[in-house]
C-alpha cells in the first residue's frame, strides 16, 4: 500500500503565498511523474503542475511564472510554492504519484486525499 499525505493549504489573501507538501510512504521501488491537480467548485479537475523522474516540469498556462512544483526524492515528497495567488486558484489540491511496487513490473497511480486553497480578494 502506498498513501500520500499532503499538507500546507489554508486561507491567504490575494497576493499571497502558501506551499504545499506531498509526502508519499509505502511499498515503494521508484516513483516516475509526481503531480498536483486542483479541483474548483463546480468544475472539472484539471492538472496544475508535473515533474518528472528527471526534473522535467510541466504547468497549466493558468498558473506559469506563479507557481513552482519541485521533489526531493530522496523524500519521496513533492512541492508546490504558490505565489501571487488569485481568488480563482481557489480550488482543492490534490497529489498524484506514479509508483512502481517493489517486485512489480508497471506503474501504478496514487491519489492524495486533497487540501484546500482559498484565496480572498
Known amino acids: 500500500q502506498v498513501q500520500l499525505v499532503e499538507s500546507g493549504g489554508g486561507l491567504v489573501q490575494a497576493g499571497g503565498s502558501l506551499r504545499l507538501s506531498c509526502a508519499a510512504s509505502g511499498s515503494i521501488f521508484s516513483i516516475n511523474r509526481m503531480a498536483w491537480y486542483r479541483q474548483a467548485p463546480g468544475k472539472q479537475r484539471e492538472s496544475v503542475a508535473g515533474v518528472t523522474s528527471g526534473g522535467t516540469t510541466d504547468y497549466a498556462d493558468s498558473v506559469k511564472g506563479r507557481f513552482t512544483i519541485s521533489r526531493d526524492n530522496a523524500k519521496n515528497t513533492v512541492y508546490l510554492q504558490m505565489n501571487s495567488l488569485k481568488p480563482e486558484d481557489t480550488a482543492v489540491y490534490y497529489c498524484?504519484?506514479?509508483?512502481?511496487?517493489?517486485?512489480?513490473?508497471?506503474?501504478?497511480?496514487?491519489w492524495g486525499q486533497g487540501t484546500l486553497v482559498t484565496v480572498s480578494s
Open positions: 498524484n504519484v506514479e509508483y512502481r511496487a517493489f517486485g512489480k513490473a508497471r506503474y501504478l497511480e496514487v
